[in-house]
């Protein structure tokens, strides 16, 4: 099969046509046999015969180049910075990632002021946790007396940095007149990685929604290019009464995380389908191009506990550390809005952490009264959240 391009796409030799063609040659360019005899031993474990495989390995190679080039001219296969550069023909770009921030006490023995990304010059007072995560000053701190002082901090690096309860006890900057730092909070945000390639071509997929009219995916489009958005849902009642979730008939829910009240509410008015209810508690009046004002609703997220009540042993036979596993399990759990949480994927997690235990009697519950295998958020603008002291590990919590 010859190199070319027709109307299924780009085809390309195959290895082993690539060495037979080096071997046995064409019609208008000979080959090995045809150059040095047909009795050539061209055998892979011979000399010659690995020196056709290493032309014939350099040929696939430069072929399989050109394959992904041609590829990346395809927004679906494209990878990478590809990806990015065919994103923009359609306006849009990779989300980048976020850092966490959290609170950490700094406690000194006299005033003392401590430099933050803010100041002109220097390195920020540097904390650190026990697995090298750094955390910086935001703000340059004047601390005027001796004493525990509370101070925003925000992770070094970029992602998913997840900062555990009275683990950052590390001074990386040893500044004379601190103490000691620990972090006593959660984190009050928590970084995001930079968008993968596979949400940013589903991102783009529903972004190309947007050009159509009246429709619940023009509407998730268009709701999803707001600034600053999260998840986002869209419920349809199709029907001429209210269905059980208490959607109006021929009406809309959305629940939007993110984003301001009048952005949402602004993309809400644009795309509605005409004449179409809307249920939820948050009102915005948006003026519209006639000039009558007119009332959009919806919904935030509302964030449900969920309580998680399991036995864990070691297999090993050695004690199991429940407040650690607590922490990270309510570090590294999270839900989107009505997702159900499902006690295999907590098990999961929890033998991640450590692969060591063995997990029994497991279940989730609403209330932390009666567990079972899933659990269901009350409504459907119901988002889980987990807590470490609503874990309960063999019959006791924190």
């Known amino acids: 099969m010859p190199n070319s391009i027709d109307y299924s796409g780009l085809k390309t030799k195959t290895l082993p046509e690539i060495i037979a063609g080096i071997t046995d040659g064409a019609a208008d360019a000979p080959g090995l046999r045809r150059i040095y005899n047909e009795d050539i031993n061209l055998d892979s474990d011979t000399p010659d015969g690995r020196l ?82 750094k955390y910086l000053l935001k703000n340059t701190s004047p601390l005027a007396a001796a004493g525990v002082h509370e101070l925003d901090f925000i992770a070094e690096d970029e992602g998913r940095v997840i900062a555990l309860q009275n683990t950052i006890t590390e001074q990386v900057t040893i500044t004379l007149g601190v103490t000691g730092v620990l972090n006593p909070y959660p984190p009050y945000l928590t970084g995001v990685d930079e968008e993968s390639d596979a949400a940013l071509r589903a991102r783009r997929a529903r972004a190309l929604a947007l050009a159509g009219d009246s429709t619940v995916d023009a509407l998730l489009a268009a709701l999803h290019a707001v600034a600053d958005i999260g998840q986002v849902v869209v419920f349809e009642n199709t029907a001429d009464t209210a269905n059980p979730d208490g959607i109006p008939g021929h009406s809309i829910w959305v629940i939007a995380e993110g984003g301001t009240d009048d952005d949402v509410a602004r993309a809400i008015y644009r ?17 519209m191009e006639s000039g009558i004002t007119m009332i959009v609703r919806f919904d935030r997220p509302e964030n449900k506990d969920l309580y998680i009540s399991f036995n864990a042993t070691d297999s090993t036979g050695g004690g199991i550390n429940e407040q650690e596993l607590r922490e990270k399990l309510a ?68």
């Open 52 to 133: 056709v495989n290493i032309f014939a390995l350099a040929v696939k190679d430069a072929l399989d180049l050109l394959q992904q080039i041609y590829n990346s001219f395809d927004p679906d296969l494209a990878v990478g910075r590809a990806l990015d550069q065919r994103c923009a023909i359609n306006g849009i770009t990779r989300h980048g990632g976020t850092h966490t921030q959290t609170v950490i006490l700094v406690t000194t023995d006299r005033p003392v002021t401590l430099p933050g990304m803010d100041a002109a010059t220097g390195t920020p007072f540097t904390v650190a946790d026990g697995e090298g995560n």
């Open 271 to 287: 795309r509605r389908p005409a004449g179409c209810g809307m249920k939820g508690e948050t009102t915005v009046e948006v003026l």
């Open 331 to 398: 570090g590294k759990l999270s839900y989107g809005i009505f997702q159900i949480a499902d006690i295999t994927g907590i098990t999961a997690l929890a033998r991640a952490i450590n692969p060591e235990v063995v997990i029994t009697a497991a279940g989730v519950s609403a209330a932390g009264v009666t567990y079972a295998p899933t659990a269901t958020p009350p409504t459907r603008r119901g988002r889980w959240v987990v807590k470490s002291e609503n874990i309960l590990i063999n019959g006791h919590d924190a």
